[in-house]
């Protein structure tokens, strides 16, 4: 690539899910307008739904080329032979390199694969880790880490007080912190991501100064994280990077331009988009009052719907509602988003969408389900004020009923209408501003540049 340092080569290493891979190879294609030679290592189930200019994409092996997670018997299972497989071919694509006009010198890696930074440390070089998600819930869990909060918390525990964060009552906590029992595995692997961070030369986290700093600084001299985020395409922020529209890693196949067009028909934001993401199973139940809150609502909608779920919508949702809804099973999230039709995000709360809703300024309504999604959702309604927060009922689903409710606030015309559109816009101002030349984000991605290009 045109003005690359020879002395600066990285190597990034996401966990290979559609939410991890966005925002590093998003970093990724950040370093590389810099004038770094970037290269995206993923699995080789992963690596043939990459494309993007001037990343270089190379595979490693997680010990299941042929179709990744799905081969495991168990998640233990597929980390320990992601662990065992993927440092040995990691170290393999390092040396590959060794001798050529870009020897790698530093591994940015996804911290749910802390063995990267060990690979780096053996072949002399740096190693970076990288958050995927907010610098809240990395605070709550580094304390966890070291002993600083015991598990479970329970009702009796809280508001849970903590350093340059709000009070978090118990519907606020990451699931894994109230039923630990819940996804032990998973629990294990956020822990393990502290397992040997004192030794990392950079710890990124996709967030930015002005909406998480204070919970950053409360927890300095446990987590010294650098904010480089908001990792969304340039296109929908500065514009500082030629063609970059989109992520370039796609593991389902979006959807055509007949969405778009659908929602060209519609007038300005009157439509609602409901999406809960790549990971989360809603129950039949749970479809059911989701379809039927928004056909009552008697707004347009566009809702995506995996093809795993379809047959959990209610019967006859579709043809029902076909003059004011769009079911489809997969589309380009930030394209619709940024589309004057749309009026509000219904959104699981995960870290990559709660980002792109603040960074396009769309006011959200929040359903979280698991894990982290639930701190974010707190944050989108009570610290942000970009959205309101769904309450679910005694079997922790939400009912229709609720959903139109939160729908009116959102849609229909009035004062909270209002105050979350303001709030809104004045977010996605400040996203732009970190990641623009000379904001916060782009001073911390400058900082790493230099001192890579520096090293010899």
Not at 23 to 32: D, E, G, I, S, T
Not at 62 to 76: I, L, V
Not at 204 to 213: A, H
Not at 293 to 312: A, H, M, P, T, Y
Request: with cysteine; hydrophobic share 35%; net charge neutral.
């Amino acid at each position: 690539m045109e003005g690359q340092n020879e002395a600066a080569h990285v190597i990034f290493l996401p966990y290979p899910s559609q939410g991890h891979i966005n925002p590093l190879l998003q970093f990724a294609k950040r370093v590389a307008s810099k004038g770094v030679k970037a290269t995206l290592a993923t699995t080789h189930y992963t690596v043939k739904s990459i494309t993007a200019p001037n990343v270089g994409v190379e595979p490693i092996s997680d010990g299941f080329d042929e179709r990744g997670f799905s081969q495991a018997s168990s998640t233990d299972v597929y980390l320990k032979a992601f662990r065992d497989n993927g440092s040995r071919t990691l170290s393999q694509l390092i040396h590959k390199y060794k001798d050529s006009s870009f020897p790698v010198n530093c591994v940015v890696y996804d911290s749910f694969l802390p063995w990267a930074l060990d690979v780096a440390k053996e072949n002399g070089i740096y190693g970076a880790s990288f958050f995927t998600n907010s610098a809240t819930v990395c605070a709550i869990f580094c304390r966890i880490h070291r002993g600083m909060i015991s598990l479970p918390v329970t009702q009796d525990e809280t508001p849970l007080l903590l350093p340059g964060l709000p009070p978090l009552n118990l519907p606020d906590l990451p699931s894994f912190v109230k039923a630990p029992e819940s996804y032990p595995a998973y629990l294990a692997m956020k822990l393990r991501q502290y397992s040997n961070l004192e030794k990392a030369d950079w710890v990124f986290c996709n967030t930015f100064e002005k909406l998480e700093g204070q919970a950053v600084k409360a927890v300095s001299d446990l987590w010294t994280g650098k904010l480089i985020g908001p990792t969304v395409p340039s296109a929908f922020l500065d514009g500082r990077i030629k063609g970059d529209k989109g992520y370039g890693a796609s593991l389902w196949n979006p959807l055509g331009s007949e969405t778009i067009k659908w929602l060209d028909t519609k007038p300005r934001e009157s439509v609602v988009y409901v999406s809960f993401g790549s990971m989360v199973s809603l129950t039949a139940e749970e479809m059911e009052e989701i379809g039927l809150g928004l056909k009552c609502s008697n707004l347009d909608f566009i809702w995506v719907v995996r093809e795993s779920q379809i047959e959990k919508l209610p019967s006859d949702f579709s043809h029902s509602t076909k003059e004011k809804g769009l079911i489809v099973t997969w589309c380009n999230q930030l394209e619709i988003l940024a589309h004057p039709s749309i009026g509000c995000f219904v959104t699981h709360c995960g870290w990559n969408s709660t980002l792109e809703g603040l960074s396009l300024g769309v006011p959200m309504i929040g359903v979280p389900k698991w894990a982290d999604q639930l701190t974010d959702a707190k944050f989108i309604e009570e610290i942000w004020g970009v959205g309101v927060r769904a309450k679910e009922n005694e079997k922790g689903i939400v009912r229709r009923e609720e959903l139109i409710s939160c729908l009116k606030q959102v849609m229909e015309e009035g004062e909270r209408r209002l105050e979350i559109r303001r709030n809104g816009s004045k977010w996605k101002d400040l996203a732009k501003e970190a990641i623009s030349e000379g904001g916060s984000s782009d001073k911390c991605i400058n900082e790493f540049v230099e001192r890579l290009k520096c090293r010899k």
